[in-house]
């Protein structure tokens, strides 16, 4: 990961790791230096909390701008969002089985997500993921992918033109074409 202004690091970038489990699920697994800024913004650790965005976000998309965004904290909040074009939220809040591994109050913190495969659009092509630390002047955004220089003012990390592909398939064992029930669900109950 990258400093938005393409700047390299100054310490361990944030990792996340995903891996199949089986047809219905697969692990996300993120591990990041800790940096207790922001601090905990409360929250039940294991339940949904909006606001993590100051945090470790993933998000998965198809080219029909379709994904999801699975955002998770240090202290055992997470957010997952299915959204169905840029910026346009179907479904928010979805329950999540997340927990932290491992924090240390000095170093690093580690997270674990099962993420059902229900909550990805189909045919995913593109990937990208954001570590977000520190408050005011020290505010740090870092990306998989980062949005060039001077592209924006503001962070803008639903950028879908700058994600990059991502072959899913390789971690799911069957291959998602369609909507699953909760998308559907969830593209009906924003039509109403």
């Known amino acids: 990961m990258y400093f938005r202004d393409d700047q390299p690091l100054t310490h361990r970038p ?8 089986n047809d219905e699920s697969f692990q996300m697994d993120v591990e990041g230096k800790f940096f207790n800024d922001p601090q905990n913004p409360g929250g039940a ?3 949904p909390f909006m606001g993590l965005w100051d945090f470790e976000e993933l998000f998965l998309a198809n080219d029909a701008n379709q994904y999801v965004e699975i955002e998770v904290g240090p202290w055992g909040q997470h957010i997952v969002l299915l959204l169905n074009g840029v910026h346009k939220a179907i479904r928010h809040s979805l329950p999540l089985d997340y927990n932290v591994v491992e924090r240390t109050e000095t170093g690093s913190w580690q997270g674990r997500a099962i993420i059902p495969t229900a909550y990805l659009p189909p045919n995913v092509t593109k990937i990208n993921a954001y570590a977000i630390h520190g408050s005011g002047a020290n505010r740090t955004y870092e990306a998989l992918y980062p949005v060039p220089q001077g592209r924006f003012e503001n962070p803008d990390f639903h950028r879908l033109d700058f ?3 991502a072959n899913i398939s390789e971690l799911l064992p069957k291959a998602i074409t369609s909507l699953s029930p909760i998308w559907i669900e969830s593209m009906n109950a924003a039509k109403n």
């Open 14 to 21: 944030a990792t996340i790791e995903l891996r199949s489990l």
């Open 45 to 47: 650790a294991g339940e």
């Open 163 to 165: 994600f990059r592909p």
